[in-house]
């Protein structure tokens, strides 16, 4: 008899023991992860006390992640905390910058212990409260503020070559460019320059083929801030590209922007309006369809760019007008639409098209092209339309919670 007590005492403790995780765990927070940069192994094995479910609607914090490139090439990342259910109406952000340079490891750290803090006002009122613990180590007073003897000047040089051959064909190609930006609150100073050379061979039965194609482009931007939802600034450009025809183009513009939403909330949403006034030179390598060697327009470019990231997905899409001033008849319409739709639980849909109404074709070359040139694509062929779409989607369904990490072969 006094061993089936002590037998019973035991169960009575084991079972205590095993409810009181069970109870916390069923308290435990929902977290849904918008991120497309975060790992969601690293997260799960460093925050295990949340669940990770696998849709939105199942959960108690939708948390939305979006980055922005610095002046000095870091990121800056925001996360957007959205309280559902239990914690409807509890909102929270915050935003804090990744350097040049961070490594992989250390950008998980940083994202993972940002996120932790971000979620302490959902985790106070939750069972959990009773295990955050908070400690606060001011920086020391006194330290002498870092000069910059760069002046917010960053220089970027890249390079890359690639030599491919087999028994009848051998291809080539090299790219380098220049990057040099200056970017403060007030004003944004680019330039970017690009080479590219590229040349295939072919080798048939009675005849070899050579294909060649160059291209050079240099960009210069000044643009000057006015307020948190206006803008000014200026480009001048430069291409030189066989493809296209151009020995050279020279292009000047002056641009004013307006941006519906504030610029502090642009890696989220922005609306922009950008009307462009310029002049366009351009000097052909071969004599054009309209027996012209050089010409020169006043252009008109109207663009209108709307980008989203919100709890029903993310959403982006660009219209733009160009127009000569000089000859009203020749003209572009340009236009990209992109979106990817949580519709319900577990289902996304993704889909985008870009299409182009082309009537602006002036540079033409007036001896046409060769058969080589048309099948290999080296120059560009007269048409009067660009037209390109893509449709995708993706169904998960199953358990909501799986918090486990296993990584065997690399899976």
Same mark, same amino acid.
């Given at each position: 008899m006094e061993k089936m007590k002590k037998l019973s005492t035991l169960l009575f403790f084991g079972l205590f023991i095993t409810l009181l995780p069970a109870q916390e765990s069923e308290d435990a927070l929902r977290l849904y992860i918008d991120c497309s940069f975060c790992s969601q192994d690293y997260l799960r094995q460093h925050l295990p006390y949340l669940e990770y479910v696998r849709s939105r609607q199942m959960a108690d914090v939708h948390l939305i992640a979006s980055q922005w490139p610095t002046a &000095?090439?870091? @990121?800056?990342? #925001?996360y957007e905390l959205i309280g559902q259910d239990r914690f409807s109406g509890l909102k929270d952000s915050l935003s804090f910058v990744l350097p040049l340079g961070t490594s992989e490891n250390e950008q998980n750290e940083r994202l993972t212990a940002e996120l932790e803090t971000a979620l302490i006002p959902f985790l106070a009122q939750t069972n959990y409260r009773k295990f955050l613990s908070f400690s606060y180590h001011p920086e020391e007073k006194g330290g002498a503020s870092v000069a910059d003897p760069w002046k917010n000047w960053v220089f970027t040089l890249s390079a890359s070559g690639r030599y491919r051959k087999e028994a009848s064909f051998r291809s080539s190609n090299l790219r380098s460019t220049v990057t040099i930006? @200056?970017?403060? /609150? %007030?004003l944004r100073l680019q330039s970017y320059n690009y080479l590219g050379l590229n040349e295939s061979l072919f080798n048939t039965e009675d005849s070899q083929v050579r294909s060649i194609s160059r291209e050079l482009y240099s960009s210069n931007v000044a643009i000057k801030s006015i307020s948190d939802h206006w803008s000014y600034g200026g480009e001048v450009e430069f291409r030189s590209s066989w493809f296209d025809n151009l020995k050279f183009q020279n292009r000047y513009w002056l641009a004013l922007e307006y941006n519906l939403f504030p610029y502090s909330?642009?890696?989220? #949403?922005q609306l922009r309006i950008t009307p462009e =006034?310029?002049? +366009? *030179? #351009?000097? *052909? $390598? +071969?004599?054009?369809i309209y027996n012209r060697i050089r010409e020169g327009f006043l252009a008109l470019d109207l663009q &209108? &760019? =709307?980008?989203? @990231? %919100?709890?029903?997905?993310? &959403?982006s899409t660009y219209i733009e007008v160009v127009s000569f001033l000089n000859d009203p008849a020749r003209y572009q319409l340009n236009l990209w639409a992109g979106v990817s739709l949580n519709l319900f639980q577990g289902l996304t849909l993704n889909l985008d098209c870009d299409a182009s109404l082309i009537r602006n074709q002036v540079g033409l070359p007036q001896a046409g092209l060769t058969r080589e040139e048309v099948l290999l694509q080296q120059r560009q062929q007269a048409t009067n339309f660009r037209l390109s779409t893509s449709l995708g989607f993706s169904y998960t369904f199953g358990s909501i919670y799986n918090?486990?990490? $296993? /990584?065997?072969?690399?899976y």
């Open positions: &000095a090439r870091g @990121k800056e990342v #925001r930006r @200056k970017v403060t /609150p %007030e909330e642009s890696s989220r #949403r =006034l310029g002049y +366009d *030179y #351009r000097h *052909y $390598n +071969d004599t054009t &209108a &760019a =709307l980008e989203m @990231k %919100e709890q029903w997905g993310e &959403a918090n486990v990490v $296993n /990584p065997r072969f690399g």
